[in-house]
């Protein structure tokens, strides 16, 4: 007999419910990019994960993470090659998407909470714009040290300035912004482009630290990302790559030997050829954001939020980048917090991605043609799946106020080069 008053039962019924009008056609339209971000985002039936690559289920020393939540995928569920990394771990390539790099476990337990205490403390801050500066006046202090010091401290709206030129905003529903690719020809044009601000929403009210937290989505890194344009506003000028990610990121380019990844690679690396024995010298990041996901749904009134975000957990569209005039040199993803299933496909969102499981600690590098114009997106947060070693507050209860944060909270450092090492903008 079935339980009618279970939450099992009652996650069907709903979903029945938002399905019952649905057009029994309407997959038929569905890219397989698209196809495979439904299959993942589902929540009833939550999604079959044996086709997700899941490189921890190879190290024992990683049970307890397999573990954690109950999510777990295949091994070999894509093909991969693995190799040494020059500090002796594993790294692994997929010979069907030249250039991404996989480095599980690549980060250290204490070197995973450093880089999450770094994210909430030192970077989501003046004078690094965060996506909740577009709308509140917040401390310079950041929004985690203000909800630190005092959880019940109310944040004032910022108002829209009556003489200001703001970003004209269409109502309805947000249009995809598709540009062509960057690159050193375009690079003026695209530069030239009027780049204003966002306008504060007219809607949101005060709201406490502890209401905006939970609200935080991102905060730049380097150069001024413009997300009116998808292109970079370099009239801001660069604030410096904090050497913590900087030598991290340098790091994990090292670490990989580019001449067994690329040497017979015959991709189009431009008119210039390819770089790739230069990155252990060359490679200089400069741009990047940190993301903060939430696997959990805020109960927050209509005011607190983000004009810009929905009342649901927390994903990224399909999407390939395009505003780097660079577009070869690695792009380095670093994952802390709950885990993921990344998706990455090809040049179009025709090609079928494959879907990859990442949990904390592991780095992801996207490099060379093929793979830093892909798509790729995250279509879900798997809830429940924070490391044990970043839910033990036993032996330092200091981290218990992060590691309630971090339960519901995927953080995701990603890191770029903008220009190619040859190539003067001539911005100074």
């Not at 099992?8 to 339209?29: G, H, M, S, V, W």
């Not at 050193?184 to 009027?194: G, P």
């Not at 690329?262 to 060359?282: K, R």
């Not at 044990?388 to 080069?417: C, F, G």
Request: charged residues 25%.
């Amino acid at each position: 007999m079935i339980d009618s008053s279970g939450q099992a039962y009652k996650k069907a019924r709903r979903y029945l419910k938002t399905t019952r009008n649905r057009n029994p056609d309407i997959e038929k339209d569905w890219t397989p990019f698209r196809a495979a971000e439904k299959h993942f985002k589902a929540r009833f039936p939550p999604p079959d994960l044996t086709t997700v690559l899941d490189l921890a289920t190879l190290d024992e020393s990683r049970a307890s993470e397999v573990t954690a939540g109950n999510w777990a995928g295949k091994p070999d569920a894509a093909q991969t090659r693995a190799f040494t990394t020059v500090s002796g771990t594993y790294g692994y390539t997929l010979p069907e998407i030249p250039g991404l790099i996989l480095l599980p476990a690549f980060l250290c337990p204490e070197k995973q909470k450093e880089l999450i205490k770094w994210s909430l403390v030192e970077h989501a801050r003046r004078p690094n714009e965060t996506n909740l500066d577009i709308h509140y006046l917040l401390p310079s202090e950041g929004i985690w040290n203000a909800y630190v010091r005092d959880g019940n401290t109310v944040i004032h709206p910022r108002q829209i300035e009556t003489d200001a030129e703001y970003l004209k905003q269409d109502p309805g529903p947000r249009t995809l912004i598709d540009n062509i690719p960057a690159n050193t020809s375009n690079f003026e044009s695209f530069n030239n482009v009027s780049k204003p601000p966002t306008p504060p929403s007219s809607n949101v009210q005060p709201a406490s630290c502890s209401d905006l937290l939970p609200r935080l989505r991102w905060a730049n890194i380097g150069w001024s990302y413009h997300w009116g344009t998808k292109q970079y506003d370099f009239s801001k000028g660069k604030i410096p790559i904090h050497h913590t990610i900087r030598d991290l990121c340098k790091s994990a380019v090292q670490s990989v030997d580019w001449k067994g990844v690329f040497a017979l690679d015959t991709s189009d690396w431009g008119p210039h050829g390819a770089d790739w024995m230069y990155w252990d010298e060359n490679y200089e990041p400069d741009a990047g954001i940190v993301n903060f996901y939430q696997t959990k749904v805020h109960l927050l009134s209509y005011h607190t939020l983000d004009v810009n975000s929905r009342n649901v957990k927390d994903t990224l569209m399909a999407h390939v980048d395009r505003s780097e005039v660079c577009a070869t040199s690695p792009l380095v993803s670093i994952s802390l917090g709950n885990a993921a299933i990344f998706l990455i496909g090809g040049l179009t969102r025709e090609t079928e991605p494959v879907p990859i499981l990442l949990r904390s600690g592991d780095v992801v590098i996207m490099s060379g043609p093929a793979c830093r114009r892909a798509y790729h997106g995250v279509p879900r947060i798997l809830e429940n799946t924070l490391s044990p070693h970043l839910a033990d507050v036993v032996d330092e209860p200091d981290w218990s106020i992060y590691k309630n944060y971090m339960d519901s909270t995927r953080i995701n450092i990603n890191v770029r080069q903008v220009f190619p090492k040859e190539f003067d903008p001539g911005l100074s």
